[in-house]
């Protein structure tokens, strides 16, 4: 008797920035700015990645990309520098040009996702042009992989203001269509041990057939995969007729020209909440509370304590603290805009100054970079001294090897892609899950020959 060999597990990763996903789900082992590296990966291997900047000629991401992972270029194949709009519509042709894969990764632009025409009128979705969710939709149309986790702003759950909740639920649609159900879950970061209070929604979506059913409860707080990953506490208000989670059915005949017409008109709300389900156009939705046992927490002290040196540029200049402080600190002021004339109040909070290193730190930003005054970069206590948070330590709050991003980009570059990645450890941990399952569904279809 032979036995068919469990196949390797495979990823592509789109919009790939620097790696973070694909540090998350295959690790990392190397020299880093000197130093030995070693990051734990989750069972993945990944066969490709497209990473392409259209605002810019040079593409510091992608260079840094292939100069961590391929080095001295020995599977060009494996990496796009393109277009991936480009990239797709080739492939529908030739779809071998896009490796086979069960994952599917990437975080995507949060846009205007609406559909311009309906399916009855057009040869399929025709999304809004230069819309970055539609190469999504139409590779996973072509190559169908088992397993699909995705990654955005928060602010994805409630967009547009004119119809709350309308681009999220374009997305389910188009999945429910192909196919998968889906979880998502809003997740920060520093709920879960990690040294920054970072907002993103994950989404998981994974294709099934049509005669599996589950609970909605027990897939939201135990059984799924963002619930087995990233845990959460036990909702006693859950009822087994899940009557007391908030239940809404999209009723639109998998058609996301129909979602974009009449999803969310008239709330001041979305209805999406923290985290939720859909099966089949059903989905349920609720607000989860993660669980964390405080002694696996990190902190910003636990980052800068491990830093060799600073560069001067990085101290605040006297003349320069209260500007800072100002930036910082909380305002009510009478305005004048500068072209209309018109006089308004502007008003703001204050925010700590300097950050507090006994907390997570705040989200990095693209903006974090640069030594001019802002209200949104991070300043700390330096021994007597204000100063600036250098490359490395930004690398590390998001769990990159020190160093990473050191590959000829200047400082104020490399503080942009930080802003642009994702917290490597969430994707790790998510990732592990994943593989089990897909390991143990692999598994379970060896035929004995």
């Given at each position: 008797?032979?036995?068919?060999?469990?196949?390797?597990?495979?990823?592509?990763?789109?919009?790939?920035?620097?790696?973070?996903?694909?540090?998350?789900?295959?690790?990392?082992?190397?020299?880093?700015?000197?130093?030995?590296?070693?990051?734990?990966?989750?069972?993945?291997?990944?066969?490709?990645?497209?990473?392409?900047?259209?605002?810019?000629?040079?593409?510091?991401?992608y260079e840094c990309y292939v100069s961590r992972f391929d080095p001295n270029n020995a599977h060009p194949a494996q990496h796009s520098n393109e277009d991936i709009s480009a990239v797709v519509e080739r492939a529908k042709s030739n779809p071998t040009l896009i490796p086979d894969h069960e994952l599917l990764v990437g975080g995507f632009p949060c846009q205007d996702y609406s559909v311009a025409k309906p399916l009855s009128q057009a040869a399929g979705i025709e999304g809004k042009k230069g819309v970055l969710w539609w190469q999504i939709n139409d590779l996973l149309e072509l190559k169908r992989p088992p397993f699909v986790l995705l990654e955005n702003v928060d602010r994805l759950l409630k967009s547009p203001s004119t119809q709350r909740g309308r681009d999220f639920a374009i997305i389910l649609s188009c999945l429910d269509r192909l196919g998968y159900f889906v979880e998502w879950r809003v997740v920060n970061a520093a709920d879960y041990g990690f040294p920054q209070r970072r907002r993103r929604v994950f989404l998981f979506a994974q294709r099934m057939s049509a005669d599996e059913q589950w609970l909605p409860s027990e897939r939201l707080v135990c059984d799924g995969v963002l619930a087995r990953a990233l845990p959460v506490r036990e909702q006693e208000s859950f009822e087994a007729d899940h009557s007391s989670l908030r239940t809404w059915f999209i009723e639109l005949e998998r058609d996301p020209y129909e979602v974009t017409q009449k999803f969310g008109r008239g709330l001041k709300m979305s209805p999406f909440m923290n985290a939720g389900v859909m099966q089949g156009g059903e989905v349920w939705t609720t607000n989860?509370?993660?669980?964390?046992?405080?002694?696996?927490?990190?902190?910003?002290?636990?980052?800068?304590?491990?830093?060799?040196?600073?560069?001067?540029?990085?101290?605040?200049?006297?003349?320069?603290?209260?500007?800072?402080?100002?930036?910082?600190?909380?305002?009510?002021?009478?305005?004048?805009?500068k072209k209309t004339g018109f006089e308004y109040r502007y008003s703001e909070g204050g925010m700590s100054f300097p950050d507090p290193i006994d907390r997570p730190a705040r989200t990095i930003l693209t903006g974090e970079g640069g030594s001019s005054p802002s209200r949104f970069k991070h300043v700390i206590h330096d021994g007597n001294r204000l100063r600036r948070l250098v490359p490395e330590e930004l690398e590390a709050i998001n769990g990159f090897p020190r160093g990473w991003t050191d590959t000829g980009m200047r400082d104020i570059r490399r503080a942009f892609c930080m802003g642009n990645a994702l917290v490597v450890g969430v994707v790790q941990r998510i990732g592990c899950v994943i593989h089990d399952d897909a390991l143990a569904h692999a598994q379970s279809v060896i035929r004995v020959a």
């Open positions: 008797m032979t036995q068919t060999a469990v196949p390797n597990l495979r990823a592509i990763e789109l919009f790939a920035g620097v790696g973070g996903f694909r540090l998350g789900l295959e690790g990392f082992s190397g020299e880093v700015g000197g130093k030995q590296a070693e990051l734990p990966g989750s069972g993945w291997s990944v066969v490709w990645g497209n990473q392409w900047e259209p605002s810019t000629k040079a593409q510091h991401a989860l509370t993660p669980d964390c046992p405080p002694w696996e927490k990190q902190v910003l002290a636990d980052i800068v304590r491990d830093t060799d040196s600073v560069p001067a540029s990085f101290y605040v200049r006297g003349d320069q603290v209260e500007r800072w402080a100002y930036l910082k600190g909380p305002k009510s002021e009478l305005r004048t805009d």
